[in-house]
């Protein structure tokens, strides 16, 4: 499984900004897909997640409302929208696949991209 981010960049704190992951490899329908973040001294964290099927979205309380994740099957893309960007939400964001399927906040990257800069600062 292959996994490549792209979109981010410089932004101002309240702009929008939305991030792409292209993904090939076999069998996919079967794997859940998150949006994670890393901030200089932090740990990956969490941000979005979805199952493959779209049905089932999970986000965390510090970026709901804020961010929406989303995925087109026919073009095998995944999306996050990020809006009402903060200064706390630079970071490098990674776009992950769990082959357990499940979107929720255990999920954790058996594969992962590698990663674009995402910097909110005026």
């Known amino acids: 499984v292959q996994l490549v981010e792209s979109g981010g960049g410089l932004v101002q704190p309240g702009d929008s900004l939305r991030l792409s992951c292209a993904a090939s490899?076999?069998?996919?329908?079967?794997?859940?897909l998150g949006w994670f973040r890393q901030a200089p001294g932090k740990e990956r964290e969490l941000v979005a997640a979805?199952?493959?099927?779209?049905?089932?979205?999970y986000y965390p309380d510090f970026v709901k409302g804020r961010f929406i994740i989303s995925g087109d099957h026919a073009k095998n893309m995944w999306y996050l929208q990020m809006n009402s960007l903060k200064p706390e939400d630079t970071a490098v964001y990674y776009c992950?696949?769990?082959?357990?399927?499940?979107?929720?906040?255990?999920?954790?990257?058996?594969?992962w991209g590698q990663g674009t800069q995402v910097t909110v600062s005026s």
């Open positions: 490899g076999p069998r996919f329908s079967t794997y859940a």
């Open positions: 979805i199952s493959w099927t779209g049905r089932t979205t």
């Open positions: 992950a696949a769990d082959i357990r399927g499940d979107p929720g906040p255990n999920l954790w990257g058996d594969w």
